[in-house]
């Protein structure tokens, strides 16, 4: 159990170095962290838990100014980094350093590829992997508050204590299917998904903006890059400080006359005063940009509902993950199936080969729909009593190889 872990409180950049220094050579680093993200731009790094083949520790990230040691001790090496649903872990490590953590291993993702439940909470996953029961009696601790006590510290170091056992039982689970591979390249593609969110402006995804004109998304452009930066800037998550539907509005109109901007219905109740000079500055460089310049208009894919087919596709998806032991979730979304389908049947142009189509995503579901569409797939109930009562049944036996 954690509360019979020894570990090392590290709350000096001396100590840190030492125990980078002493890990250096692990074969695995496991690792999580403690955050506060209520109402502010960036999530605020309270505790960093680790776990290797050689020690435990707890780092107090308050107590320790810089952390470039550490961040780079993860990311250099042949260890694998282990982690349970680590997106906030690994942001925290790509805007420090820039570098991607050695090896890195999310045990959430692999469960759904050996028929887990998708997404798994960890204390549900450790007890099903290796039959632990996780105490989860601090979820609401504020990890900003020191002195933390010893169940808060003991809560936060049982986040990894099991990163490793439960690893291993994934990874004999992974090989058993051949499916190590399909780890590495959705982790692969996880990461680079979410570096694309540090190191390329996502005003694209403010809602609301796939109907307006060129000219009107240079403005939400400009916006959002004002808005990030005052978020940064007053500490507050950037909604907060411009809504999504403010932009758009301010877009349409397309004004950076203050006495225009200020007499949007609710503006005043909801935008501080004083950011209106920014704004209009914002607007005023989208509207003094050149045309050459201008963003290029979003092109939405037209979505089909292809009705009963759509729902018949769905269910055979689903009951072959089941039965090929892999998370549908993980595999893709029934529109997503239902506009592979539709584009089969030429009645829809995709802008670019769908994912159900690449990768290891073909080796589940890259022949099913073709069999569907041709008649050669039956659903049937299997056990009425069963969770999954369900089976398929291909009524051509060639077709399955075809």
């Not at 002493?22 to 502010?40: A, I, M, P």
């Amino acid at each position: 159990m954690a509360t019979e872990t020894e570990y090392q409180h590290i709350t000096t950049a001396e100590a840190l170095k030492k125990f980078c220094s002493e890990n250096g050579n692990s074969q695995y680093v496991g690792f999580d962290t403690e955050f506060v993200s209520e109402n502010c731009f960036r999530p605020l790094l309270c505790l960093i838990q680790v776990s290797t083949d050689k020690a435990y520790a707890i780092i107090d990230t308050l107590a320790i100014e810089d952390l470039t040691v550490f961040w780079d001790w993860l990311c250099d090496g042949d260890h694998i980094t282990i982690v349970h649903a680590a997106r906030e872990e690994f942001l925290f490590c790509f805007r420090d350093v820039a570098k991607r953590p050695a090896n890195l291993f999310d045990i959430q993702l692999a469960a759904g590829m050996v028929g887990c439940e998708y997404p798994a909470a960890y204390g549900n996953l450790v007890n099903r992997m290796i039959g632990v029961v996780v105490d989860k009696g601090e979820t609401r601790t504020d990890w900003r508050q020191r002195p933390l006590t010893d169940r808060q510290m003991a809560y936060a170091l049982e986040d990894v204590v099991h990163l490793w056992p439960v690893y291993n039982e994934l990874k004999t689970k992974l090989e058993k299917l051949n499916r190590t591979d399909w780890v590495l390249d959705e982790m692969d593609q996880w990461q680079g998904a979410l570096e694309r969110t540090i190191t390329h402006p996502q005003w694209r995804r403010v809602s609301g903006i796939a109907r307006l004109k060129p000219a009107q998304l240079a403005i939400v452009k400009e916006l959002w890059i004002w808005r990030n930066k005052e978020a940064q800037r007053r500490d507050r998550t950037p909604k907060r400080v411009l809504a999504d539907d403010l932009i758009v509005e301010l877009s349409r109109r397309g004004t950076s006359a203050a006495a225009q901007i200020k007499a949007i219905r609710g503006f005043g109740n909801r935008v501080h005063a004083s950011a209106i000079e920014g704004i209009s500055a914002a607007i005023e460089k989208a509207l003094k940009m050149p045309k050459s310049d201008y963003p290029k208009r979003i092109t939405s894919t037209k979505t089909i509902n292809l009705g009963l087919l759509g729902q018949f596709l769905t269910t055979a998806l689903n009951v072959l993950c089941r039965t090929e032991q892999i998370a549908p979730s993980i595999v893709g979304t029934a529109q997503e199936v239902r506009d592979v389908a539709a584009m089969r049947l030429g009645i829809l142009k995709l802008p670019e080969k769908p994912k159900l189509l690449t990768g290891w995503r073909s080796e589940i579901v890259g022949q099913l729909i073709d069999q569907v569409l041709d008649g050669r797939v039956a659903i049937r109930v299997d056990d009425p009593k069963s969770d999954h009562p369900l089976k398929m049944e291909y009524l051509d036996p060639q077709s399955k190889d075809d």
